[in-house]
């Protein structure tokens, strides 16, 4: 009811919000299977930490080291273990969660590429269009306008 007094624009956002609520739900109810398999052999509590803490903190220039500190263990032992439990390294883990991130933020709002290149932890506009284009498959802008048309249609 508030969200309909107040201007039509409002409606779009809390719309936004509830779907990032939702898909932030549904990541981590995805990765609680994978998890609790690794967790019997005991690699899977450092590699959720690891997890959550580049989703706590994918905006910053991160380093293995700061990663592995955070989850008190070695630089090598982590990287070997989160590879194990998800399959990819840790900062593959980590330009994922600033790709999807930038994905929202490219629908949902009206910034610049720039702006949310540095939201999104990219040093660069350049960084960030090449690994937009390599692992998305167009363009930041290309997408985000493909995606307005179709909310317009």
């Known amino acids: 009811r508030e969200a309909e007094e107040h201007r039509a624009g409002i409606r779009h956002r809390v719309r936004a919000l509830c779907t990032n609520l939702v898909v932030h739900v549904a990541r981590l109810l995805h990765d609680g299977p994978a998890t609790t398999q690794t967790t019997a052999a005991g690699h899977g509590f450092a590699a959720n930490q690891a997890k959550e803490y580049l989703r706590r903190n994918f905006a ?57 290149a540095a939201e999104t932890g990219f040093g660069s506009l350049s960084l960030f269009s090449r690994n937009f284009r390599k692992y998305i498959g167009q363009s930041p802008s290309a997408y985000r306008q493909a995606r307005a048309q179709r909310v317009r249609w």
């Open 60 to 116: 910053k220039p991160l380093t293995l080291g700061e990663i592995a500190w955070h989850t008190k263990v070695s630089e090598e032992h982590l990287a070997r273990i989160f590879r194990k439990v998800t399959g990819q390294t840790v900062f593959d883990y980590l330009r994922a969660i600033r790709l999807e991130t930038a994905k929202t933020l490219l629908i949902n709002s009206s910034r610049t590429l720039t702006e949310i």
